[in-house]
């Protein structure tokens, strides 16, 4: 440890539905939205790393993502291994861990969002350094959640009960609510797992809004597909 922040990101790619036929993103193979998914985590490591006063603490499969794609990092990043495990499991122990190392502030990307910028991880420290027992909350319009923060191991609100808490956030609020903490909202977004949450990115992306943010990667792929697939023909 060499800062008092911690910012824990985990290298996965969603799954998306293919049920859909009408869902625009359905039909890509596997190795275009894997390609997607890893522009993602390419433009939040580059923001991530512009938080001197945070240590960035990826888990990663290297099974799924060869080492080699962290070299350019490697003096700003900590690897560390994931497994089978369900992924609620694992960023159960990864807060854990991270709190047994000596982080005092530590906040968790549960989906490697373009649109996390530079401000809104900032805005997620700044609140924790504040009340104790307080869990920053960044919900999606599905219901769920893509950044948790927490001043103090409050790791148990991952643990799986009745149901998933990263599928569903009334889980997630349930076990938050048990422990009697107390929830600061940050902004909202859509969630990335499904072609409609990616065709939203992608016109957001577009309108060119976010003030030098811009997450070149991710630009870089979606104009990829637009010509492998005769420009726009998968996003009508």
């Known amino acids: 440890m060499t800062q008092s922040n911690a910012l824990i990101i985990f290298?996965?790619?969603?799954?998306?539905?293919?049920?859909?036929?009408?869902?625009?993103?359905?039909?890509?193979?596997?190795?275009?939205?894997?390609?997607l998914y890893t522009a993602f985590l390419s433009d939040t490591l580059r923001v991530a790393i512009?938080?001197?006063?945070?240590?960035v603490l990826v888990y990663r499969n290297t099974k799924e993502i060869s080492d080699d794609f962290f070299l350019s990092y490697k003096y700003r990043v900590k690897l560390f291994d994931m497994n089978e495990d369900p992924l609620a499991e694992q960023v159960q122990q990864a807060v854990e861990n991270a709190f047994q190392l000596g982080y005092q502030r530590v906040t968790v990307l549960l989906e490697n969002n373009p649109l996390i910028t530079n401000k809104i991880?900032?805005?997620?420290f700044a609140q924790l350094g504040y009340e104790d027992d307080c869990i920053v909350f960044g919900p999606t319009n599905e219901d769920r959640c893509y950044l948790?923060?927490?001043?103090?191991?409050?790791?148990?609100?991952?643990?799986?009960?009745?149901?998933?808490?990263?599928?569903?956030?009334?889980?997630?609020?349930?076990?938050?609510?048990?422990?009697?903490?107390?929830?600061?909202?940050?902004?909202t977004?859509?969630?990335?797992?499904?072609?409609?949450?990616?065709?939203?990115?992608?016109?957001?992306?577009?309108?060119?809004?976010?003030?030098?943010?811009?997450?070149s990667k991710t630009l870089a792929v979606?104009?990829?597909?637009?010509?492998?697939?005769?420009?726009?023909?998968?996003?009508?």
């Open 11 to 35: 290298a996965v790619t969603n799954q998306i539905d293919r049920g859909d036929q009408s869902d625009p993103f359905a039909a890509l193979p596997w190795d275009d939205l894997d390609a």
């Open 50 to 55: 512009q938080l001197f006063d945070v240590d």
């Open 121 to 124: 991880l900032r805005l997620a």
């Open 148 to 187: 948790i923060g927490m001043k103090s191991d409050h790791s148990s609100i991952f643990n799986i009960v009745e149901s998933d808490p990263l599928k569903n956030s009334h889980t997630l609020f349930k076990a938050i609510m048990k422990n009697d903490l107390m929830v600061f909202p940050i902004v």
């Open 189 to 215: 977004l859509n969630a990335l797992d499904s072609g409609s949450g990616l065709l939203q990115l992608k016109k957001i992306l577009e309108e060119g809004t976010m003030n030098g943010d811009t997450p």
């Open 222 to 236: 979606y104009k990829m597909l637009e010509k492998k697939y005769r420009f726009r023909k998968i996003f009508q």
